[in-house]
């Protein structure tokens, strides 16, 4: 339920309202908007008396909201949230900021993270990604350089001043990313509901990935399980999902999750179209779509020598390659605002 | 198996070469580029000696081709194919050429297709469609206007100068179409091969849609059916691809579709994104999106009035929404040359 | 709408009813069930005095039904219907009527023919199965023996006095399919509106295929089609579904179909394992389920030779592994009757 | 690679190889068949000589095996796997033994698992199953009774003497787990590799559900993660799938799969057909069908009361419609023997 408050009204009124409905034993989120206030009920409103509440002074209107998920919803938040990075003075994303998110798929060595982001930082990124701890599919597969890839994505940020966006895995590493400013949950664990609610406790911005076949209701109900413990600084990210045609790309890019997202929820969405195709041929025209389509960012493998990659190279595009993509989504961004 | 000529060689030489391979029984296409001419060989080719092939003055290469897609093979005709209409007086599609299509779902009325014509033409299209036969998926559902819909697209045409689109399901009503610019084939008649033979035999261009779920593939096979019959005037259109993902878009739109099929073939190929998405709300964003991508057209339905649309309303535009839609596009269009 | 009368009601009093109902632009069906006639009412309803048609002293009840599929719906034919052959002298599938259709995938010559069908009868089989018109992706693949084709099946059923079940593509050979007893219409043509239409004039059975990525409710719908048009002997038959997973079988076999359509109509369902998963090897478990779930037949692909078979050799059972197969059905069906 | 020993080769003369191949850095794994010892090595076998191998006195022949998955391999252990439980003295699965699991989707209360469990005893159950910790959509939801739900299954266990299934989803609770008999992981931790990871390093048996959209192939690779950490007690799970198809089943049952997988892999395979279908009314069918198909075992859901089932309710029988059921898999599988 959503009580939408008259504008000009008194904070106290208000937490007086707020005070009455949780001793209903109702969760009562507020959201403070430009002109006015919203609170949503969370919880059995079923012993809520709805005209009561409408017959209030300071109350415009009382709206039910069906949607399971609550926290992320748009109708409780009109604004888009504004994710900030490095204490206010990164880049941020969401509410018209566009992150432009570029690095390698797993951190190989010093050199190659240290050359691979002063390009995309010329080339225009204003995020660094890299994989520390790697979800692969064989068990005999390069699992990535643990803890020693935190250290190199750390130096990364001293020397460039680009904040990092890195996968965690295991909920046991938590207490390593402290520093990591963006922490990815990769599309095997968007429903690894322990894990998203311990995210929900701590202060770093998550990037929840959609489930390698998630619905889009799925990927709100995963980021209500981070907020729902606290943390709203969640960014959505589509990447591609599971379908019968596999045979030109690795999945298929559902790039209307993004309007459709837009519409149901306040939080930043974001696309990667490198996992999404699996083939960085396709990359370009993709970045191009995904610009176009209005996203809140992208998310680009990047890599200096993709033939010699130890993961995923077919999908990355080189520094060159990301250099005319990146000037190609600059001028899309110009033309349509 | 695809012969590359080498370039300035004279065209009796190649007749000579072409005659002496359709005595071994194999079917010769020949395709003439700007700089020189390609033999594609369809057929068995075992009993070919490719070494002896090789050797010949004339030939500069010889490559096997595995695709199963022979007619509609980039490797065969390396430049796009730019669809002309009107004998050459009407807009044209591919290379370059953006064809813009918009109209109604279903013809309805006579003031109904000349308003929506007018409008869409004063927006930018360049060509009207309007269904006269309705596949519906109830057969107690509105199944179009028949004939009579078919003379009123005619009277736009006249009245407009705009070429028309309208799709043909039964094989049994091909000669009412002789008027018919571009002869649509429905998703649900992709595969429909006896339809696709006799569509290959007469001289309007075909629109031919992807499948409710077919592969891309597929399509390129469904392509081939037309053009192995004669008809090499062929528009591929991606509209859309079953999913498990429903609750929020009709289908999903496969956009990667359109950079794959432009590396794979040299026919045009178009998005519909209203039957894609099924939701007018989506269709401005998708519509950038496909723009973007490098598509070579897009077909939008636009109706006067969509609350009382006979079918299809919830994915139509109106006049004033495609006006803003179509401007988006162009722009977008001129950001990327 | 559905109208259930009262037990013992007389005929001429449900005339009277019917005539009211159709004078009011209705379409009425009424079936007459063991104990007691049901109207069901197809159209715009909304005229409809729904208390006054409960207040009759002939009616039982009234009941709005929702679903789209009215005359195929069990709601308003609660028993079984039972498909007969040959004017009632040949097998019957439905209501306990087991239907076990094998034979090749298409017909290649008149010794192929005659030796499977007797091999399958002796197995068991009893009803014949070979395709004379074949819808193959590619033009440049075997596309069956045609009207010569037709001509064989009639010789199988001749010498062997099993019914023919073979494809029809193309409306226009309608014609030709005068003898044949079950007329096959495939996955690629399950929504090619038309053809079912044509079908419903025809006293020939419709065996009904499930399309490429078919939905339940569409199958359904497009039954719908051919009986409105008059003809109710319709089978269904699920043929496996496009889904992401094909590494190991060429589609999913949606087995869960068989309950589910066994609840929502009276028609009889049966299941082709053979093109459901490809595979000859996975064909005898599957079968074995197909009849435990209980289908009321199964169609199963046999040649004679399948490494050499012009068409879905590898999904083709050897008449020898057909036997085990038939037994293991017969021993199944006899355990849970 | 798979190195097949020659039957009848002693011991000392296969440990002298293996010893000779780990110098090499592989990892060897012996399986010891019913007639002869297979070797399987997994690893970089690039350094390898083939032709010295197949030389050798006591090696019959050597194979590459190109499949990612080893450990579970059938090629690498031709002989089904048989699990056991409680030290030998409770039932097994695999090699023909049959298990039938059974029990609530969560543990409610001491009452309710203590009928359920005898009920389902009753009707033939080897196993009960009941959760303790439950993976739901959304954080508003009943979320499990935890560490005291264990409990109470431990006191069905001593009460029944049945072996325990239940899940666990977050590693750091993996100490409460010891006494329980077979470990499940749920399908939203199919790929959640540190999990797996964990679980080859315990003693109990894992039951591996598949992914909600996984493939065949990541499900044997998530195996794969158990088995190399050294537990090689793995029971596989399908549990349907996502499809495009969800009007009238939640999932779609993967039944070929069964056949399948047991072609792939030594390992068990059961099906889930409460989950995969998500109602009541189409498990019975799907259970018959999943003996028939060859299943090493089923799992059912059943509550004492599913219309007030604090969780999954549509989808679990009561222990009447168990007992039919019950009775009807094992018809089926003495038919099939």
């Given at each position: ?26 969760i009562v989120r507020e ?9 949503g009920?969370i ?26 998920f609550k926290a992320s ?8 949230t504004?994710i900030q990075t490095m204490g ?45 701890f ?16 935190l ?12 904040p990092i966006v890195t996968e965690l895995m295991d909920i046991r590493n938590l207490e390593f990313f402290d520093e990591v400013d963006v922490i990815q949950v990769g599309?095997?664990n968007t429903q690894n509901y322990d894990l998203l609610r311990e995210l929900g406790k701590v202060k770093n911005t998550i990037l929840l990935k ?9 990927l709100l109900m995963s980021a209500e399980y981070i907020m729902a413990s606290g943390n709203e600084n969640v960014i959505l ?30 939080l ?70």
């Amino acid at each position: 339920m959503v009580i939408m408050i008259k504008p000009g009204v008194q904070q106290d009124k208000i937490e007086h309202l707020r005070n009455w409905l949780e001793e209903k034993q109702l969760i009562v989120r507020e959201y403070q908007g430009q002109e006015q206030c919203v609170l949503g009920l969370i919880g059995d409103t079923v012993s809520i008396d709805v005209d009561m509440l409408r017959s209030l002074d300071i109350v415009e209107s009382v709206a039910d909201m069906r949607d399971p998920f609550k926290a992320s919803n748009r109708a409780l938040h009109p604004d888009d949230t504004i994710i900030q990075t490095m204490g206010g003075k990164g880049p941020s994303i969401g509410g018209g900021n566009f992150g432009l998110i570029a690095g390698p798929c797993s951190v190989e060595s010093r050199e190659q993270v240290l050359f691979v982001a002063e390009e995309v930082k010329k080339a225009g990124a204003n995020f660094f990604r890299g994989g520390a701890f790697k979800p692969r599919t064989s068990p005999y597969d390069f699992q990535g350089l643990g803890e020693e890839g935190l250290d190199l994505l750390m130096e990364v940020k001293r020397t460039t001043g680009l904040p990092i966006v890195t996968e965690l895995m295991d909920i046991r590493n938590l207490e390593f990313f402290d520093e990591v400013d963006v922490i990815q949950v990769g599309a095997r664990n968007t429903q690894n509901y322990d894990l998203l609610r311990e995210l929900g406790k701590v202060k770093n911005t998550i990037l929840l990935k959609r489930g390698l076949a998630g619905t889009i209701k799925e990927l709100l109900m995963s980021a209500e399980y981070i907020m729902a413990s606290g943390n709203e600084n969640v960014i959505l990210c589509e990447r591609g999902i599971r379908t019968y045609e596999s045979d030109y790309a690795r999945n298929t890019l559902d790039l209307s999750a993004v309007p459709i997202l837009k519409k149901l929820t306040h939080l930043p969405v974001i696309v990667d179209p490198s996992h999404a195709t699996g083939r960085a041929e396709l990359v370009p025209a993709m970045s191009a779509a995904v610009a176009a389509a209005g996203a809140d960012g992208i998310m680009i493998e990047v890599h200096n020598d993709p033939a010699k990659a130890l993961c995923d190279g077919p999908q990355s595009l080189t520094p060159e390659e990301f250099r005319e993509t990146a000037a190609k989504i600059f001028k899309i961004r110009e033309a349509i605002m």
